[in-house]
């Protein structure tokens, strides 16, 4: 699987566009990119998740680089209840399984 | 989105007795369904890949018979830590798919459970 490295914390004010940067050089071309956030002592929730073409929905959109070795994670009015813990994850689909390997994602701190 | 269930959502135990936790998808048939561990302060840990109808499928380092896994039926999966230790606390996350097998389909997570062994 393809490893992802974020930076550990990050802050935004509230209101303002949080962009949560991932490296993921070593992806595959059929390898997709998937972000989900934890929020305290709660099961992961789903943002979004994309190939090689960005994809926006109602919480965020996401930016993949051309050569699919980055990707960026844009909430476009962050609000306190934001403040979460992001994970980028590279999805393989070896055995045809398609788990979830979690890094150590980034701690993001919406402040008033 | 679909909706996947985790029951309890919190449970003390005695150390050296077993819990169960169960995992339910409860609007889509899951024949995968994953669990993890989650330490304070640490990532979510992949322990094993639940199959419906078959053994699970178990990471390198996860003891098999400390952690027993039942996927009896399409829509429940069962966690259970036997004789389980202090250092068993933990909290403890399943997820499944609609269609895990495809590329493009998104992995739902129950609430998770909190294990706590006294």
């Known amino acids: 699987d393809a490893k992802t490295t974020q930076p550990t914390s990050m802050d935004c004010a509230e209101g303002r566009a949080a962009n949560l940067p991932c490296n993921h050089s070593t992806i595959s071309g059929n390898e997709y990119v998937y972000w989900y956030r934890q929020i305290h002592s709660q099961g992961p929730q789903y943002i979004i998740h994309g190939l090689k073409n960005n994809e926006t929905n109602e919480m965020a959109s996401l930016i993949i680089t051309e050569d699919r070795k980055s990707s960026t994670l844009i909430l476009p009015h962050a609000t306190l209840r934001d403040t979460a813990v992001y994970y980028c994850?590279?999805?393989?689909?070896?055995?045809?399984?398609?788990?979830?390997?979690f890094g150590q994602g980034t701690t993001l701190q919406v402040k008033p | 989105g679909a909706v996947v269930s985790q029951h309890p959502s919190r449970v003390i135990c005695k150390s050296g007795t077993s819990v169960k936790i169960e995992c339910r998808s409860l609007d889509f048939q899951a024949t995968t369904m994953f669990w993890y561990r989650q330490f304070p302060k640490q990532s979510l840990m992949l322990m094993a890949t639940?199959?419906?109808?078959?053994?699970?499928?178990?990471e390198q380092g996860v003891e098999k018979d400390k952690f027993l896994i039942n996927h009896a039926s399409l829509t429940l999966s069962t966690l259970t830590v036997t004789s389980a230790h202090p250092e068993d606390s933990s909290f403890y996350i399943c997820s499944a798919s609609l269609f895990p097998g495809q590329l493009n389909t998104e992995a739902f997570f129950g609430q998770g459970t909190r294990l706590t062994v006294v």
């Open positions: 639940s199959n419906e109808g078959s053994k699970a499928t178990y």
């Open positions: 994850i590279v999805r393989s689909f070896s055995s045809n399984t398609g788990k979830l390997i």
